[in-house]
T-cell receptor, first 115, second 113 residues
Framework: SQQGEEDPQALSIQEGENATMNCSYK?????LQWYRQNSGRGLVHLIL?????REKHSGRLRVTLDTSKKSSSLLITASRAADTASYFC???????????????FGTGTSLTVIP | KAGVTQTPRYLIKTRGQQVTLSCSPI?????VSWYQQTPGQGLQFLFE???????NKGNFPGRFSGRQFSNSRSEMNVSTLELGDSALYLC????????????FGPGTRLLVL
């Protein structure tokens, strides 16, 4: 990926457990976002964290950002079968001098929550 | 508000043909971006339009082009289709040109035979 790599590529957990996904990126960013995609459909925005923020919560979601390590993590607590999806991080970055800021998506983590 | 709509949802074409995909953004959104998603390359940025102007372009050949109309609706065109163009093409809209939250459509799945 030009900008983001996610880890693990696939994750399988039991319903009720917590799921943690990690995202690493390469250049400085303005913000980092997490999206969810259900099987071959469009992406749904989950949460945005700005470069000057370290942690953010939204319902069962907790996102952390470490700009010194160029990494972020998404924690889903008390997972449900409906959380089964692919999760992507996206960064707003400029990779080449002749381009404006663009959205770069990570490779994604495929999460399976077993009922 | 209605979400982002994309037409058609599914498309089958043969090599060498051309295709036009359409995207209608959320009402009031002026920025539209296009992405290609394939199992091998993941999600890749194609281009972004704001107020009928292309603001950014990803690393795709000139066979991929797009435009935006005065009502913010956008189309992308792929000419001389290749097998590797088979993908899910996603359109996303946002209020302005800044990279805040993007709202995605369901995508157009293109199969090139």
């Amino acid at each position: 990926s030009q900008q983001g790599e996610e880890d693990p590529q696939a994750l399988s957990i039991q319903e009720g457990e917590n799921a943690t996904m990690n995202c690493s990126y390469k250049t400085s960013i303005n913000n980092l976002q997490w999206y969810r995609q259900n099987s071959g459909r469009g992406l749904v925005h989950l949460i945005l964290i700005r470069s000057n923020e370290r942690e953010k919560h939204s319902g069962r979601l907790r996102v952390t950002l470490d700009t010194s390590k160029k990494s972020s993590s998404l924690l889903i607590t008390a997972s449900r079968a409906a959380d089964t999806a692919s999760y992507f991080c996206a960064t707003d970055a400029r990779l080449r001098s002749n381009t404006g800021n663009q959205f770069y998506f990570g490779t994604g983590t495929s999460l399976t929550v077993i009922p | 508000k209605a979400g982002v709509t994309q037409t058609p949802r599914y498309l089958i074409k043969t090599r060498g043909q051309q295709v036009t995909l359409s995207c209608s953004p959320i009402s009031g959104h002026r920025s539209v971006s296009w992405y290609q998603q394939t199992p091998g390359q993941g999600l890749q940025f194609l281009f972004e339009y704001f107020s009928e102007t292309q603001r950014n372009k990803g690393n795709f050949p000139g066979r991929f082009s797009g435009r935006q109309f005065s009502n913010s609706r956008s189309e992308m065109n792929v000419s001389t289709l290749e097998l590797g163009d088979s993908a899910l093409y996603l359109c996303a809209s946002s209020l302005g040109p800044t990279k805040e939250t993007q709202y995605f459509g369901p995508g157009t799945r293109l199969l090139v035979l």
